[in-house]
């Protein structure tokens, strides 16, 4: 519990002073009453001397009977409290819910007062400022909600903008008159007279100015009428319960998500006293409310996994090109289209193989293919002369390069296999069906003839053709190494990926990652997710460990068999002490306590 500080009233001759700090020395006396004299002053204290966090005394005072004016004390008021019922936070999927109560006394509260509690979040690092508590008394609410009246009032007595000009500030009816008589197109510009000038001469410009400086106050007319503005950003009030004795108690709750590192919380408290537009007295918590977060994260296993991995000598890559050709040729244009690119990317790709350390190139594959118009006869010999065509201009390259790289070709004539994948993906194709069905014809020119006929041959011509006219490069590389395959151990990422989606709270992240290996990891991830009878049965796989009986004996817990959660709980204490500390951060394993003393 934190308490918080507190006020005091009193008179001096016939004004009341209210929130004296009456500072009693300790003289080795009792607390018994003390007197102190207070100079009879419009005002005996400072704001600054009413910091409720120095350690003096606060008191309730009466002016004794007398010339003197001596006040005397005659006890401590009662603080604002703060407590909380519950200490140990469970963390659930991937957040924690802070609870407090905040309690006011009646000697603080007041119709013509309202006291504001600031609470302060530590975590670790770093704070946060959270939801303020705002305790308002009748009358200050009505000295505010009259302050705004009074503003109000000046502001609708300010001409808007949106307002017609003329009829907000002109001499209408006069200038309606004057229009009419003297600036009709028959006698218009007789007497010098042009319509601007006669607007400008019927206008109130005292009226205009008026206008103009009662816009320019509205900020100080603001600041004098409402001195105390009403908040209502970043206040919180959630539960409001009156206290037997006639104060006020106050359910604070609040969802935060859970962070790596979240162990221990640290809430601190500030407040303050006000009369309408200003502060009486401010006070802060000498202490800290601390509260201790529990998650299953903290008995996960972070050791490393590692894994066998085996690299094969023989290795290959492939990369596909899309070089342009003019119709029905195969000679190879560098000015045509994206050529130039194309053709300079495949050498740097090769470049980069020829330099590489731990590889070495042995061979290279052109494969050309070409789209389905046309007799297959006749696509089958243009792949073919297109393959033997960029086969024969890289192998030309190399060659001067001294390279032992060996350039081979095949062709594919039409590549209705791609063509098939790419229909399937296709979300414009209109007519799916009708289009798959031509596949089942065998003859390849039928097939064509086909689907020319199809609703979507039109759209399959302009936007997927073009895809099916490819050079596609194979590269076939060996490892720069003497032994067939080459085995090491390395740590396995994957896993360690999901560890790390664990430790930072993305439990769906992680169980995703963890779910192949069905380990003890994994089984957390379960439960931090509520799947407790899939986490059962991944904890019954695991080699038995009082950690694992203890995740057991939760998963029972949560699934309503206290007694084999009985069974479970007290096995895994037996071995391991220290769990019985961590039943206490657990609500759920609370209960089980006292069957294990």
């Not at 307002?163 to 008589?181: H, M, P």
Request: net charge neutral.
């Amino acid at each position: 519990m934190l308490a918080l500080g507190g006020c005091s009233s009193f008179f001096v001759g016939n004004k009341s002073v209210e929130n004296v700090r009456v500072m009693v020395s300790d003289n080795g006396a009792d607390n018994d009453v003390r007197k102190v004299t207070v100079s009879n002053t419009k005002r005996i204290y400072k704001d600054s001397d009413l910091d409720a966090s120095s350690d003096d005394l606060v008191l309730n005072a009466i002016v004794e009977d007398g010339a003197g004016g001596e006040l005397v004390g005659f006890g401590k008021i009662s603080p604002v409290t703060v407590t909380a019922s519950h200490k140990n936070i469970a963390e659930r999927n991937g957040r924690i819910r802070l609870s407090f109560d905040v309690q006011v006394p009646p000697s603080i509260l007041d119709d013509k007062r309202q006291v504001r509690i600031v609470p302060r979040l530590f975590m670790e690092k770093d704070s946060m400022m959270m939801d303020r508590l705002f305790i308002t008394g009748k009358d200050y609410r009505d000295a505010q909600e009259k302050g705004y009246e009074r503003y109000n009032k000046y502001f609708a007595s300010i001409i808007p903008d949106s307002v017609d000009f003329l009829k907000a500030f002109g001499y209408l009816g006069l200038l309606q008159y004057f229009t009419q008589r003297n600036l009709e197109d028959r006698i218009r510009g007789e007497f010098g007279v042009t319509e601007p000038e006669a607007i400008e001469y019927y206008i109130r410009h005292y009226l205009v100015r008026l206008n103009q400086r009662r816009k320019e106050r509205l900020e100080d007319v603001f600041r004098k009428c409402v001195k105390d503005p009403i908040d209502r950003l970043g206040v919180r009030l959630d539960t409001v319960l009156r206290d037997p004795s006639g104060g006020l108690v106050y359910r604070y709750v609040q969802e935060l998500p859970a962070r790596r590192g979240m162990h221990r919380l640290r809430l601190v408290f500030n407040g303050s006293v006000h009369n309408y537009g200003r502060k009486l007295f401010s006070f802060s918590s000498p202490d800290t409310l601390a509260y201790y977060v529990s998650s299953l994260v903290q008995l996960a296993d972070t050791s490393a996994i590692y894994r066998e991995h085996t690299l094969e000598r023989d290795v290959s890559a492939s990369t596909v090109s899309y070089i342009e050709f003019e119709k029905g040729s195969w000679e190879i244009d560098t000015l045509l289209g994206n050529n130039q690119e194309e053709l300079q990317r495949i050498r740097t790709d090769l470049d980069s193989l020829a330099v590489d350390p731990a590889f070495a190139a042995d061979s290279v594959v052109v494969e050309a293919s070409c789209s389905p118009e046309g007799r297959y006869e006749f696509n089958r010999n243009l792949s073919r002369k297109r393959a033997e065509s960029i086969t024969e201009y890289f192998s030309a390259i190399y060659k001067k390069k001294d390279s032992n790289v060996e350039f081979r070709y095949t062709y594919v004539p039409e590549n209705w296999d791609l063509l098939k994948e790419l229909v399937l993906s296709d979300s414009l194709i209109v007519n799916r069906n009708e289009v798959l069905s031509v596949f089942d014809e065998n003859d390849c020119d039928r097939r064509e003839h086909l689907l020319s006929g199809c609703v979507d041959y039109r759209h399959i011509c302009s936007s997927i053709y073009p895809k099916l006219r490819r050079i596609v490069f194979r590269f076939f590389l060996h490892r720069r190494i003497y032994d067939k395959v080459l085995s090491r151990i390395e740590v396995d990422a994957s896993y360690m990926q999901g560890l790390e989606a664990l430790q930072e709270r993305d439990f769906k992240k992680a169980l995703n990652l963890l779910r192949p290996y069905s380990d003890l990891n994994t089984a957390i991830a379960c439960l931090c997710l509520d799947y407790n009878s899939a986490a059962l049965n991944i904890l019954s796989r695991q080699k038995d460990s009082p950690t694992v009986r203890y995740l057991k004996a939760l998963c029972y817990i949560r699934l309503g068999n206290r007694a084999k959660a009985s069974q479970y709980f007290t096995s895994a204490v037996s071995e391991d002490g220290r769990l019985r500390f961590r039943a206490a951060l657990d609500p759920e394993m609370e209960c089980l306590l006292d069957e294990t003393e």
